[in-house]
């Protein structure tokens, strides 16, 4: 049976051709975010109950997406230039307790972003039943 080649072993060639991959998936994931956002700031909530607070939402979880993603870009890259491993694993284990942090970070702020999202929607439908009008 052959045996596998260790991290170190992999030739610079392979490693460029890697990095080259990962950073062209970053490239077009960056493309698709900039549309993503594109599109979601000419949508118009201006009727929608909440419309200020959702956009705000919606905002944050992009910002959450694009920061989470760019963290294991570049994981990926550091994994490339990994020479065995044990690298490798300490790699991943410090890419793992950074992102649990970061997660627990973003899941307190989205549940606040939420909280506000259902206030405003709240108030708005208050305001609307008592006024008798609707907005919609």
Avoid at 48 to 70: D, G, R, V, W, Y
Wanted: proline share 3%.
């Amino acid at each position: 049976m052959q045996e596998m080649p260790k991290m170190g072993e992999m030739p610079e060639p392979m490693r460029q051709v890697v990095k080259s991959s990962i950073e062209q998936a970053r490239k077009a994931f960056e493309t698709f975010i900039a549309a993503s956002q594109q599109a979601m700031s000419n949508i118009d909530t201006s009727a929608a109950p909440a419309s200020h607070s959702m956009k705000m939402l919606n905002q944050k979880i992009a910002e959450f997406t694009k920061a989470n993603a760019e963290a294991n870009f570049e994981l990926a890259t550091k994994l490339a230039d990994a020479k065995d491993m044990k690298d490798v694993i300490e790699l991943q284990n410090q890419h793992v307790r950074q992102q649990m942090d970061t997660f627990a970070q973003q899941l307190e702020e989205l549940r606040r972003l939420t909280t506000e999202v259902v206030t405003e929607a709240a108030s708005k439908a208050s305001t609307q039943m008592t006024s008798g009008g609707s907005s919609y």
